[in-house]
């Protein structure tokens, strides 16, 4: 099914004044994560972020891992959760976040052909370096999708350049230095890492990596255009607050967020 | 990806590829950190004072140079030239010792106070363990659940040369989530920490690097064949799980007629097993799943047992500069056995793999009255406890 371009629907959002939510979850974790996924889209998010789990995600925390883990052991295979995917009606544009070996593993244009086919239009693959990024940049433009990169606290503004120019969708600028996970907010270096990329892209900002109550949310897009939760949201999963609990959150989330719009 | 080195194992291309393999697949927080270390690398690297230190502590420290031991009795009874480059007798009991010191004095170098390693059987956490308190360096030495628990003394004496055992619980807590976990406190940590990774893998520049350090052993194994035969011998042969001593070794003869021969176990055989794919920062022959989802290597010995094996290996089987083979858990134990009880040397289970396939291939695919230098990269006294276990249960020992 078709949905909405990522980066077009998040620019139209950003130029609407509206602050991006995008929250994280592991595909497959659990029987009703379909339902989860809607039920997020429904409670506020912007765009949402589907983990497909790997053996091995070098970039997570503790908590996105036990995801993973649980979601392996359901059998879960990136071809079944996407077909999956495929059979959701959603106006809420999907960004796959998922490691390289499982996109090599396909093959580049077959696994951006296997995601625009279900409607994914995003894909952030944390462990492809911009030094390592060109073959699948060319693969998922070449099928519309807009292949999401990082920038860290501790990249050079040079770098950070160079990124900028070839980021597509949004730019995830990461909140801390570290993987992801639930973090008190004196941790977070939001202000720092997003003046450094704002003079050279246009792209809309969104922090993540560390942002895990509403009032860390709100003080994130106080300095960048969206926040990125993840584990905060997926430890709710795993303690079984299923999708009403996950919708509840991500309403708190939202409200969190859009009070800041209208205090600006 | 880019085109292949000239020379086989030549200095991998700017982007850290050696031919197909290598690369840098590190999330962008880890990538300031990769760039810093490899210029912190060509820096020290082409500074003569460095190689000075790094020999001079080696040599004092270190004791080496290590010798080669011509094998008597076994040599007779194969038919062929046995010849031993003596790593075990290296301090620490293995040929760790010559990358952790480079890296430790790389790590003062660039003005970085912690150190933090991974460890499978755990020499080479006891080898970082060691570099950093003769240096003054706090270390952390991550450590599968399961291996802290096969290796308790090696985990007693990373503890009382100073370091912090940190052990790891996520995935199969083994070597392979011990680097996944590395990786993970890097990120955090990589302002004032150096990841001092224990093998020729991982990404750019650490197999290059590690190869580089370890290169010490190939350059004098050459020497001293050299010395002993008037040639370079037939076969050089090395055991392999990321690959350091072996990558070491071959750098000393890659040039020369010798037949480069590395040995992975049977249960962790990345290029008779894996294909290409990326774990750990690098492009490699890696064992998983249709998926790409990795799978788990089982050996006899925790230091073989990764899924994955240093880039620069899968060049040069790609190439048909070397050539990989297995042993399998039982012609290891009989390999082990039988240089302890003819050549008065107990060998670890690592380069004890490497025995076995020179035990097996002699007078077949190694012809009689050839010559074979085999990297001896470790001692046994890790490995005892358990080989006696084994033994015993097999009706050998009392």
Redesign the interface.
């Known amino acids: 099914m078709s949905r909405p371009r990522l980066e077009d629907r998040l620019r139209e959002r950003v130029a609407a004044k509206r602050k991006l939510l995008i929250p994280y979850v592991m595909a497959g974790q659990s029987e009703d994560w379909l339902e989860t996924v809607q039920a997020i889209a429904d409670a506020g998010a912007d765009a949402i972020e589907i983990g497909l789990p790997f053996s091995d995600p070098i970039m997570d925390g503790p908590v996105i891992q036990e995801a993973a883990v649980l979601s392996l052991e359901r059998g879960t295979t990136p071809q079944s959760v996407l077909n999956e995917l495929g059979r959701l009606e959603l106006d809420t544009p999907l960004v796959v976040m998922t490691y390289f070996n499982l996109v090599y593993r396909a093959g580049l244009d077959r696994f951006a052909g296997r995601l625009q086919e279900v409607g994914v239009t995003g894909c952030i693959i944390p462990d492809l370096s911009l030094e390592e990024f060109s073959g699948w940049e060319k693969a998922a433009e070449r099928v519309g999708i807009d292949p999401v990169l990082l920038v860290a606290p501790s990249t050079s503004a040079e770098r950070a350049k160079a990124i900028c120019e070839r980021s597509r969708g949004f730019l995830y600028a990461v909140g801390r230095m570290g993987v992801t996970g639930e973090r008190d907010d004196a941790s977070l270096e939001v202000g720092a890492v997003v003046s450094k990329v704002r003079p050279f892209t246009s792209l809309p900002v969104c922090v993540g990596v560390g942002v895990s109550t509403p009032e860390q949310a709100a003080a994130v897009v106080k300095v960048a255009d969206g926040a990125i939760v993840g584990s905060a949201l997926v430890r709710r999963l795993l303690e079984g607050g299923g999708p009403e609990g996950a919708a509840t959150f991500i309403g708190e989330l939202r409200s969190a967020i859009d009070s800041v719009t209208f205090d600006a | ?1 880019s085109e292949g080195s000239a020379a086989p194992m030549a200095e991998p291309t700017k ?1 850290g590829w050696f031919g197909d393999f290598g ?7 880890l ?3 990769c760039l810093q270390l490899e210029e912190a690398f060509r820096d020290a690297w082409a500074d003569p004072a460095f190689h000075e230190e790094f020999e001079e502590v080696l040599h004092s420290f270190g004791g080496r140079p290590t010798p080669i031991t011509v094998c008597k009795r076994l040599s007779e009874e194969l038919g062929i030239t046995l010849l031993l480059k003596r790593e075990d007798l290296a301090h620490t009991g293995s040929h760790k010792i010559n990358n952790v010191i480079g890296q430790a004095l790389l790590t003062k170098r660039m003005g970085k106070s912690k150190m933090i390693a991974e460890t499978g059987a755990g020499q080479h956490g006891v080898a970082s363990a060691t570099a950093a308190a003769l240096l003054g360096l706090e270390c952390t030495v991550y450590m599968g659940e399961v291996d802290t628990q096969r290796q308790a003394l090696n985990v007693f004496r990373m503890e009382l040369l100073g370091a912090t055992v940190h052990p790891v619980t ?2 199969s807590r083994t070597l ?2 011990a680097v ?1 976990e590395a ?2 406190t890097w ?5 004032d920490t150096h990841y001092c990774l224990g093998s020729v893998m991982g990404p750019h520049p650490f197999p290059w690097m590690v190869r580089e350090f370890q290169s010490i052993l190939g350059t004098e194994a050459r020497d001293q064949s050299q010395a002993i035969l008037n040639d370079v011998p037939d076969y050089v042969v090395a055991c392999v799980g990321g690959g350091s001593n072996a990558a070491g070794l071959f750098s000393g003869f890659a040039e020369s007629r010798s037949q480069l021969i590395g040995v992975e176990a049977l249960g962790g055989a990345a290029i008779a097993s894996g294909i ?6 690098m492009m490699s022959q ?1 064992l ?1 799943d ?5 799978l788990e290597a089982h050996s006899i010995s925790a230091g073989l047992d990764y899924p994955g094996i240093g880039p620069e290996h899968a060049h040069l089987a790609s190439i048909g500069r070397a050539t990989y083979a297995t042993a399998d858990d039982d012609e290891v134990l009989d390999a082990l056995e039988r240089l302890s009880n003819t050549e008065g040397i107990i060998p670890a289970l690592e380069p004890s793999h490497a025995l076995a396939w020179i035990m097996r291939e002699a007078g077949k695919k190694i012809p009689k009255g050839s010559t074979v230098l085999l990297n001896m990269s470790g001692r046994g006294d890790k490995d005892v406890a358990q080989v006696r276990e084994i033994l015993q249960a097999k009706g050998r020992f009392q």
């Open positions: 990806m982007a690369g840098r697949f590190a999330p962008e927080p990538m300031p950190a996520s995935g392979k989530d996944n990786m993970r990120v955090a940590q990589v302002d290409p794919g990326v774990l750990h920062g890696i998983q249709e998926q790409g989802q990795i």
